[in-house]
């Protein structure tokens, strides 16, 4: 690894703070044609944000240079450099689209969705990032730019100059640290909980008895005590909201934390000033100790509950994040055994997997006869059975018998990783109720504050010694956190309970559109059926050309293809001829040269001009076609008819039949000869079929739907597939999808049941359903509370307790969909929940 040089030239001093600059710093600031020299990331980053804010004219103008970093902030700057280095950046940095890159990071810091809200938009706004998506949940950041524009030095020290230090995420690291911050957040509560039962006790008396009943010594003592009581209180169990709203003013967004800091501080400060200057006689300036502890115990209390709710309802997504055992069993080639660490493992390694313990990679059985239990991937409870030359995925709990495995993936390349960043993937961007949620809840704030100093210059006029309780009361009653919790939680839970139920959500409308579909388009091999297509039969039209030498010349061909087609034609070619320049047509065939001689393999009217009949019409039928090479395509040689037939998924009609009771209508869209999809379509009691259709007109026959208003759901699974599973509202992958169909999906499903889609669309109609609820709750609570709070009517105490009920109201709302009856898994399938 390339170390960072720290020596200084002496002659180099930061343009922005006049400090030394490190030998080689790559930090520079760009002024009118003029490159200067900067010292760190932190330097670069507000200097930029001065440029780029149009205020360049401070530098031409300024009387004295800003203050230096201290020391704790340079070592920092060294080690968002390090982050640059090459060697660092391979273990946590990816290759994304365009040649940008991509990388997760674990952000302290965020305690709600406002946190969210303030990161993406603030790094948004630097050229060369290219999105930015924090998953609230697992409090992480998935971050994709150019690094040719912009460097991860910049990202970090642009994170932490908005209050959210940030590293590359390492799942052991980071449940650690989520763990911490409960046990944190808990002796928080704990803090609260007992003050407030102790101040209540001191402040029931003084609130029952009589101006003559408390002598002058107890009624001092009283407040004396709930002042000691509650300053820790303010000092230590609220510090969260006051250190969240200092960082929210001095990023010029208010968040909700804003107007409760001003409450608990503006009610304390108050308070304990009539307790220490003596004014809190017996008919003297009341004191709110009991409502500052009260209304900071719920509000603890009512996140704490919401950031359980969305730690339980994200576990599955941590749990894939450590679902790889640490360790494997490496079989080297004198037959001994070695244990190492389950990431240094490489493809063509074998391994051996005893029963009890979990597959370490990806990979293909080579010996042995089990049964896996792949409930942490799929969500299918009951273990499959697995046996020589079929695939098992890492994260896979071996059950029965011993297995060896040679590895095909492992580490970052084996699927649970895929799925951990697909679902990570899900909060790049949020669908727009969840938007409008947002910028409602932000507007609210704002609108709060003018109001509450509204209020506060009217009771001044009308009561001036009630202004205090009455503006408390307002800020307190009113705080919108209802209204930030309504959506991201309803989501939260929704997508936990689709992972359960083996359909993961890779992009956050998905559920939106899911919820609005009225129109579902199944492709057929591989989908509705199985996939898992059988040669049944060849018929060679050459009299030179046997059935062994036809069969042999398509397995070269189908070598370079991952179509379902091309299991058939696996390990049929004994004499390991290969074909090169091949080129895979989508929806088509291919073509290649084996030995010099070019040949195509597909459909009929793709392999030649002028096909011959295919000899019946059953099943399926490719022909193979040589071309000669001396002419154009138009002169081709028939060699031979291939028959290939598959099977229909247990549950397609069921699947079928449940969507169409959800009012949903059901087309199938196929680029199969017509004779074999009329008779499925027939068999599913589809009325609405298309054959023949290649990439393009699958293409066309979507858009067409849409522009007749239609919301179209795409469930396909192959490369011919993914030019309208990125057209359509919504894309569904099955399973077995290729890597390309899988990226491309909005949602995916983690086991070959359809009847996972009709659970997905049920559950999408019911988040959405909720989210308006939580929303419609939301905005009549602080209605109707707001003008009794502004008319004297609500003291703060309850002000507390409503607030805090009605955010409580929201998530237990949102919970509801855990409460929804699971898919017995055992059943092919189950229309209904």
Same mark, same amino acid.
């Given at each position: 690894?390339?170390?960072?040089?720290?020596?200084?030239?002496?002659?180099?001093?930061?343009?922005?703070?006049?400090?030394?600059?490190?030998?080689?710093?790559?930090?520079?600031?760009?002024?009118?044609?003029?490159?200067?020299?900067?010292?760190?990331?932190?330097?670069?980053?507000?200097?930029?944000?001065?440029?780029?804010?149009?205020?360049?004219?401070?530098?031409?103008?300024?009387?004295?240079?800003?203050?230096?970093?201290?020391?704790?902030?340079?070592?920092?700057?060294?080690?968002?450099?390090?982050?640059?280095?090459?060697?660092?950046?391979?273990?946590?940095?990816?290759?994304?689209?365009?040649?940008?890159?991509?990388?997760?990071?674990?952000?302290?810091?965020?305690?709600?969705?406002?946190?969210?809200?303030?990161?993406?938009?603030?790094?948004?706004?630097?050229?060369?990032?290219?999105?930015?998506?924090?998953?609230?949940?697992?409090?992480?950041?998935?971050?994709?730019?150019?690094?040719?524009?912009?460097?991860?030095?910049?990202?970090?020290?642009?994170?932490?100059?908005?209050?959210?230090?940030?590293?590359?995420?390492?799942?052991?690291?980071?449940?650690?640290?989520?763990?911490?911050?409960?046990?944190?957040?808990?002796?928080?509560?704990?803090?609260?909980?007992?003050?407030?039962?102790?101040?209540?006790?001191?402040? #029931?008396?003084?609130?029952?008895?009589?101006?003559?009943?408390?002598?002058?010594?107890?009624?001092?003592?009283?407040?004396?005590?709930?002042?000691?009581?509650?300053?820790?209180?303010?000092?230590?169990?609220?510090?969260?909201?006051?250190?969240?709203?200092?960082?929210?003013?001095?990023?010029?967004?208010?968040?909700?934390?804003?107007?409760?800091?001003?409450?608990?501080?503006?009610?304390?400060?108050?308070?304990?000033?009539?307790?220490?200057?003596?004014?809190?006689?017996?008919?003297?300036?009341?004191?709110?100790?009991?409502?500052?502890?009260?209304?900071?115990?719920?509000?603890?209390?009512?996140?704490?509950?919401?950031?359980?709710?969305?730690?339980?309802?994200?576990?599955? &997504?941590?749990?894939?994040?450590?679902?790889?055992?640490?360790?494997?069993?490496?079989?080297?080639?004198?037959?001994?055994?070695?244990?190492?660490?389950?990431?240094?493992?490489?493809?063509?390694?074998?391994?051996?997997?005893?029963?009890?313990?979990?597959?370490?990679?990806?990979?293909? #059985?080579?010996?042995?006869?089990?049964?896996?239990?792949?409930?942490?991937?799929?969500?299918?409870?009951?273990?499959?059975?697995?046996?020589?030359?079929?695939?098992?995925?890492?994260?896979?709990?071996?059950?029965?018998?011993?297995?060896?495995?040679?590895?095909?993936?492992?580490?970052?390349?084996?699927?649970?990783?895929?799925?951990?960043?697909?679902?990570?993937?899900?909060?790049?961007?949020?669908?727009?109720?969840?938007?409008?949620?947002?910028?409602?809840?932000?507007?609210?704030?704002?609108?709060?504050?003018?109001?509450?100093?509204?209020?506060?210059?009217?009771?001044?006029?009308?009561?001036?010694?009630?202004?205090?309780?009455?503006?408390?009361?307002?800020?307190?009653?009113?705080?919108?956190?209802?209204?930030?919790?309504?959506?991201?939680?309803?989501?939260?839970?929704?997508?936990?309970?689709?992972?359960?139920?083996?359909?993961?959500?890779?992009?956050?409308?998905?559920?939106? &559109?899911?919820?609005?579909?009225?129109?579902?388009?199944?492709?057929?091999?591989?989908?509705?059926?199985?996939?898992? #297509?059988?040669?049944?039969?060849?018929?060679?039209?050459?009299?030179?050309?046997?059935?062994?030498?036809?069969?042999?010349?398509?397995?070269?061909?189908?070598?370079?293809?991952?179509?379902?087609?091309?299991?058939?034609?696996?390990?049929?070619?004994?004499?390991?001829?290969?074909?090169?320049?091949?080129?895979?047509?989508?929806?088509?065939?291919?073509?290649?040269?084996?030995?010099?001689?070019?040949?195509?393999?597909?459909?009929?009217?793709?392999?030649?001009?002028?096909?011959?009949?295919?000899?019946?019409?059953?099943?399926?039928?490719?022909?193979?076609?040589?071309?000669?090479?001396?002419?154009?395509?138009?002169?081709?040689?028939?060699?031979?008819?291939?028959?290939?037939?598959?099977?229909?998924?247990?549950?397609?009609?069921?699947?079928?039949? $449940?969507?169409?009771?959800?009012?949903?209508?059901?087309?199938?869209?196929?680029?199969?000869?017509?004779?074999?999809?009329?008779?499925?379509?027939?068999?599913?009691?589809?009325?609405?079929?298309?054959?023949?259709?290649?990439?393009?007109?699958?293409?066309?026959?979507?858009?067409?739907?849409?522009?007749?208003?239609?919301?179209?759901?795409?469930?396909?699974?192959?490369?011919?597939?993914?030019?309208?599973?990125?057209?359509?509202?919504?894309?569904?992958?099955?399973?077995?999808?290729?890597?390309?169909?899988?990226?491309?999906?909005?949602?995916?499903?983690?086991?070959?049941?359809? $009847?996972?889609?009709?659970?997905?669309?049920?559950?999408?109609?019911?988040?959405?359903?909720?989210?308006?609820?939580?929303?419609?709750?939301?905005?009549?609570?602080?209605?109707?509370?707001?003008?009794?709070?502004?008319?004297?009517?609500?003291?703060?105490?309850?002000?507390?307790?409503?607030?805090?009920?009605?955010?409580?109201?929201?998530?237990?709302?949102?919970?509801?969909?855990?409460?929804?009856?699971?898919?017995?898994?055992?059943?092919?399938?189950?229309?209904?929940?």
């Amino acid at each position: 690894m390339n170390t960072l040089a720290t020596s200084v030239d002496s002659e180099a001093l930061c343009y922005h703070c006049g400090s030394p600059v490190p030998r080689k710093a790559p930090w520079h600031i760009v002024l009118e044609d003029e490159r200067h020299p900067l010292c760190c990331p932190g330097c670069e980053a507000v200097a930029h944000a001065i440029v780029d804010g149009g205020l360049e004219s401070y530098y031409r103008f300024r009387t004295e240079l800003p203050e230096r970093p201290d020391d704790r902030q340079i070592q920092r700057a060294d080690t968002w450099a390090v982050f640059d280095d090459p060697e660092l950046q391979r273990q946590f940095v990816h290759p994304a689209e365009d040649d940008r890159r991509q990388i997760t990071l674990a952000v302290d810091g965020i305690t709600c969705a406002a946190c969210a809200w303030l990161i993406e938009h603030h790094l948004n706004a630097l050229d060369g990032l290219h999105s930015s998506a924090v998953n609230l949940s697992h409090h992480r950041l998935h971050l994709v730019w150019d690094p040719a524009q912009l460097k991860l030095s910049r990202i970090l020290a642009e994170l932490a100059g908005i209050g959210y230090s940030s590293q590359p995420y390492e799942p052991d690291i980071a449940q650690q640290k989520l763990q911490r911050e409960e046990r944190q957040s808990i002796r928080r509560l704990i803090v609260a909980a007992v003050a407030m039962m102790q101040v209540m006790m001191f402040s #029931i008396p003084l609130y029952v008895s009589g101006p003559e009943d408390i002598s002058r010594d107890f009624f001092l003592l009283f407040h004396w005590l709930s002042l000691a009581l509650t300053t820790p209180v303010v000092a230590y169990s609220a510090l969260p909201f006051l250190k969240n709203a200092l960082r929210d003013l001095r990023t010029r967004h208010l968040g909700m934390d804003v107007p409760v800091s001003i409450a608990i501080l503006g009610a304390y400060l108050a308070s304990a000033y009539a307790v220490l200057t003596g004014s809190d006689d017996v008919h003297g300036t009341p004191v709110y100790f009991d409502s500052v502890t009260m209304f900071t115990f719920f509000l603890l209390f009512s996140r704490y509950i919401e950031m359980r709710a969305r730690r339980r309802n994200g576990h599955s &997504g941590n749990a894939l994040s450590g679902v790889l055992p640490a360790s494997a069993v490496r079989l080297e080639p004198d037959g001994s055994e070695r244990v190492l660490p389950a990431n240094q493992l490489q493809p063509g390694d074998r391994i051996r997997v005893r029963p009890g313990h979990g597959v370490p990679a990806d990979g293909v #059985i080579v010996a042995g006869h089990s049964s896996l239990d792949e409930s942490m991937l799929t969500g299918e409870t009951l273990p499959v059975s697995r046996r020589v030359g079929e695939s098992v995925t890492g994260g896979s709990i071996n059950v029965e018998s011993p297995l060896e495995i040679d590895v095909t993936h492992s580490g970052r390349d084996a699927r649970a990783a895929g799925i951990l960043e697909l679902s990570d993937r899900a909060f790049a961007s949020r669908p727009k109720i969840a938007e409008q949620a947002s910028h409602m809840a932000h507007h609210f704030v704002s609108s709060l504050l003018f109001v509450s100093l509204a209020v506060a210059i009217a009771w001044s006029f009308i009561d001036p010694s009630r202004v205090l309780w009455v503006t408390l009361s307002v800020l307190v009653v009113t705080c919108p956190c209802a209204l930030a919790l309504a959506t991201p939680t309803a989501l939260t839970a929704s997508h936990g309970q689709l992972r359960r139920r083996g359909v993961l959500v890779t992009r956050a409308n998905a559920i939106e &559109g899911l919820a609005q579909a009225t129109r579902v388009v199944f492709d057929k091999t591989g989908t509705l059926t199985e996939g898992r #297509i059988r040669l049944r039969s060849i018929q060679p039209l050459a009299s030179d050309l046997d059935s062994e030498q036809a069969r042999t010349l398509a397995a070269a061909l189908e070598a370079h293809s991952e179509h379902p087609i091309a299991q058939a034609f696996r390990d049929q070619n004994p004499s390991h001829v290969t074909a090169s320049e091949v080129r895979n047509v989508p929806g088509q065939g291919l073509e290649g040269l084996i030995q010099g001689q070019r040949f195509r393999l597909g459909r009929p009217d793709f392999a030649m001009k002028a096909p011959p009949r295919s000899p019946d019409q059953q099943g399926q039928w490719l022909l193979l076609a040589m071309i000669d090479a001396r002419s154009d395509d138009s002169i081709s040689t028939p060699l031979a008819w291939f028959r290939l037939d598959d099977t229909l998924r247990d549950d397609a009609h069921s699947a079928v039949t $449940g969507l169409r009771d959800l009012g949903l209508e059901v087309e199938l869209l196929s680029g199969d000869v017509s004779n074999v999809v009329g008779r499925l379509a027939h068999e599913l009691g589809i009325t609405a079929w298309q054959a023949g259709a290649t990439p393009e007109t699958k293409l066309e026959h979507v858009r067409a739907l849409q522009a007749r208003g239609e919301r179209v759901i795409m469930v396909g699974d192959g490369i011919n597939d993914v030019p309208v599973l990125a057209a359509a509202d919504v894309s569904v992958a099955m399973n077995g999808a290729t890597d390309l169909a899988r990226t491309s999906a909005d949602a995916l499903l983690m086991s070959p049941r359809l $009847g996972r889609i009709v659970d997905a669309v049920q559950l999408a109609r019911r988040t959405q359903q909720l989210i308006r609820q939580n929303l419609l709750w939301a905005l009549c609570y602080n209605f109707c509370a707001l003008p009794l709070a502004a008319l004297g009517l609500v003291p703060p105490w309850v002000a507390a307790l409503g607030m805090s009920a009605s955010s409580l109201v929201v998530v237990g709302n949102a919970l509801r969909l855990n409460r929804i009856k699971t898919i017995p898994r055992s059943s092919p399938m189950a229309a209904t929940s």
